[in-house]
């Protein structure tokens, strides 16, 4: 999507590098950061320089692929990457899809195949990221108000956006939309990432405190909610950004319908119900501080879980590249 | 209540001036602040320098006192005093109760009798708190996990606090308790200065995201939810600090009690619902900026509503001074 009118991807490879928007930096500086090799690529993801489900599976392919290149075992490096976020399933789903792709291969061809197989999967991600704005630019009338969570736009994913993308098809149609963007703390990526993203995109928004949601809710000033996943487990409950469970209740309450969209890859057949996702633990710090600023008092603590799980009784549907659906229809969608 | 082991109330008058802790240093800087005027104290009151309905009541009732003191005209002082800030109940409950005090007395007497009009005020109001901490307590069982939400303390107060009373009071039984502490956006008097006041009562507690809150209730790691209220309408409905209302609709869902604690100076039997209390829209600039620290791009829109409604059916009891009652028993138990 557009940063200052050029097209740009969230992550690519170039050279023996991979390139990455640093999402740290935004909205205040747009810079692009070189991952080198395979440290470089886990600590990208841990402290969330790239972020989103979409893009660190992609970045965790980009990281098989470019680990192949240097000659290093990719065994390790998927040992290395796979543990830096526990949540997002797509993180699995990216690594694996090139280590497949290296299975009875000469050892000469490996990297050439990693490359190729990492592209692959980051431009499947791409298309499936249009699709779902396709499908779900059906559901955003004119004039409608839509409440987004976090950041599911383009640069959680490659290009696009999962929550975002139905919002950006809905504008290029020259629908007439309004978008209320959550904050989203403790790490802000409302506030800082998809308002970047939409002014980018010339579309009109106001960034809300996280409390603020439900007040809009009541008021009947939302009329759709579109949020992101991390994982969807088979039964329809989903795991995304903390907060998201809290927006999903409130929808329910006032009758306004709640959307997830999310790529396949998001979905584990082989998870039963939300409770089996695991839910990663972030420093306390994150909730402490805000920038360099210390909100809370010496001495205080602090809890700081990063995502919510969300039952599958508050989802309207799930928006994915193949069609929308019922949570209770996953199964018979997406046979294993 | 203690400061560094010390006793304070958040608001008292010496000599010509009135003095009230700065609620915007802290929790890093504990200060007392001098307002020598009507106009300081109107500041204080918008730039919540002090802020909490049952402080700024007393504040308000003060500013009578300390423009009487200076020979001003008072009911010049209330125009000003009472259009500083919208929705909180008590101020206007504040700076009536001592403009009654000078009706019909001569000219010479009028300052001492406003300064013991605020005086008596302010003694009721901490009167209020501890009876509200005392009637609370009894529902606070020994292990609870208490939510609250925003600062209903006893800087919100003059004393002992509201929602935080009980609490204080528990700990005091010697009742084992742990609170969960919503840090409260935009303006984080949660983690700000709830977490500061337990720190100093030596409760421990936990600052959380906003977000994080109903993830911990649905995880049945929170028994009780208790906040404060800046207006309760006649029919139950209250509104309080943005938030609120999601923190309620929350607890319901999953079946956990939700209190309301309130000094009966905050119900306004004229309202005869929460539709009709007016909701202070504050700077946006609230949300852009966490201190020194712009979080939102240059160019992006945010919206601040201060307060929001919490209709009455998701109110399990109201805490006042006199009793713990249902909320559509208020017409009964307090009568104009």
Chains 1, 2 share one sequence.
């Not at 830096?84 to 009875?104: C, E, Q, W, Y």
């Not at 700081?304 to 996953?330: L, M, Q, S, Y």
């Amino acid at each position: 999507m557009l940063v200052n009118g050029n097209h740009y991807r969230s992550v690519w490879f170039e050279k023996d590098k991979i390139k990455v928007i640093n999402q740290i930096l935004l909205p205040h500086k747009f810079e692009i950061t070189e991952l080198k090799n395979t440290e470089d690529v886990a600590n990208a993801i841990k402290t969330m320089l790239v972020r989103g489900a979409p893009a660190i599976g992609v970045t965790g392919a980009y990281g098989i692929a470019l680990a192949t290149k240097k000659g290093e075992d990719p065994n390790e490096a998927k040992e290395t990457l796979q543990n830096t976020r526990p949540t997002a399933n797509d993180l699995f789903r990216g690594i694996d899809h090139v280590m497949d792709s290296l299975k009875n291969l000469e050892l000469s061809h490996k990297d050439l195949y990693a490359l190729k197989a990492a592209n692959d999967y980051a431009n499947r991600s791409v298309e499936a990221c249009k699709k779902i704005g396709e499908h779900g630019s059906k559901l955003i009338k004119d004039d409608s108000r839509i409440l987004t969570h976090c950041n599911a736009g383009w640069l959680a994913c490659v290009d696009w956006g999962t929550a975002l993308s139905p919002i950006y098809a809905a504008k290029r149609q020259g629908r007439r939309i309004f978008v209320y963007v959550d904050e989203t703390r403790p790490r802000l990526q409302g506030a800082k990432l998809t308002s970047w993203e939409l002014l980018n995109e010339g579309i009109p928004h106001a960034v809300i405190a996280d409390n603020a949601a439900g007040h809009f809710m009541r008021k009947k000033e939302i009329d759709i909610v579109i949020v992101g996943a991390d994982r969807i487990a088979k039964n329809g409950d989903f795991a995304n950004k903390i907060g998201t469970y809290e927006k999903a209740v409130l929808a329910k309450e006032n009758g306004i319908p709640f959307y997830v969209a999310a790529p396949s890859s998001t979905i584990d057949l082989s998870c039963e119900t939300g409770e089996k996702i695991p839910i990663e633990e972030r420093d306390e710090n994150e909730v402490h501080f805000i920038g360099r600023e210390r909100i809370t008092p010496e001495g205080a603590k602090a809890k700081n879980p990063a995502f919510d799980v969300t039952p599958a009784k508050f989802v309207t549907g799930i928006i994915t590249e193949k069609e929308i659906f019922k949570p209770e229809e996953i199964a018979k969608v997406f046979k294993r």
